[in-house]
């Protein structure tokens, strides 16, 4: 079974800038969650999408921040502009949903974002 | 609203050695808990994961762990550490309609074993 997959890997960007990164969940997955990870501090949820309706924004920056799932898979995370505190890793993951109170969430490799 | 504390931001053990790393959370009910790895350029991995039952909880890898209420922790252990353990090890609590279904997560350890 593939597993979470984000492109790009890596991105280096200048400040005032726009970038966007992509995420493919795994097969069947219905909820899929942003993360962000600063240099030193555990991931920080930014959205969560059940199929392609929002559950949870309210850590997202909207002024700068965008994200969509258009037709319940894929997902787009964007930022314009770009400022240099938004230096840091964007973690993508997924979980299915299932009957139970708990469905794991499986992450992918992550973007590392740098705004110089 | 939950938090996560991880005391430790760096820990060094040799291999061999046991090892153990602290965690300690803040939540108004019954805990979700939760252990990941993140080895460099990786995502997260779930190590192991606590909801009820048994306080003990046995994980992937070897690990382990211990929910203490009445302490707020639930620190992860392993009895002898392989030099491939090193890595970034984050605690977690989820809350949430579906227990784990949204995430806090602690600041990190970062463990390095010296061989």
């Known amino acids: 079974e593939a597993g979470v997959a984000q492109s790009p890997r890596y991105k280096i960007i200048e400040k005032r800038q726009s970038v966007a990164f992509w995420c493919n969940p795994i097969?069947?997955?219905?909820?899929l969650y942003w993360y962000q990870q600063i240099l030193g501090q555990g991931p920080k949820l930014l959205i969560q999408f059940q199929n392609n309706g929002v559950v949870d924004d309210s850590q997202l920056p909207k002024d700068r921040f965008s994200a969509e799932r258009l037709k319940g898979v894929d997902s787009t995370l964007k930022i314009q502009p770009a400022k240099l505190e938004d230096s840091a890793v964007y973690l993508c993951a997924s979980s299915s949903t299932g009957a139970g109170n708990y469905n794991e969430q499986f992450f992918g490799p992550g973007t590392r974002l740098t705004v110089l | 609203a939950q938090s996560v504390t991880q005391p430790d931001i760096h820990i060094t053990v040799s291999e061999g050695a046991s090892l153990e790393l602290r965690c300690n959370y803040s939540?108004?009910?019954?805990?979700?808990l939760f252990w990941y790895v993140q080895s460099p350029g990786q995502g997260l991995q779930l190590l192991l994961k606590?909801?009820?039952?048994?306080?003990l909880v046995q994980g992937i890898k070897g690990f382990e762990a211990e929910f203490k209420r009445s302490q707020s922790s639930f620190n992860l252990r392993k009895p002898s550490v392989h030099w491939s353990d090193a890595a970034e090890y984050f605690c977690?609590?989820?809350?949430?309609?579906?227990?784990?279904?949204?995430?806090?997560f602690g600041t990190g350890t970062q463990l390095k074993v010296e061989l």
């Open positions: 977690a609590v989820g809350a949430g309609t579906g227990g784990g279904n949204k995430l806090t």
């Open positions: 939540y108004g009910a019954t805990p979700y």
């Open positions: 606590y909801f009820s039952g048994d306080t």
């Open positions: 097969s069947g997955h219905a909820t």
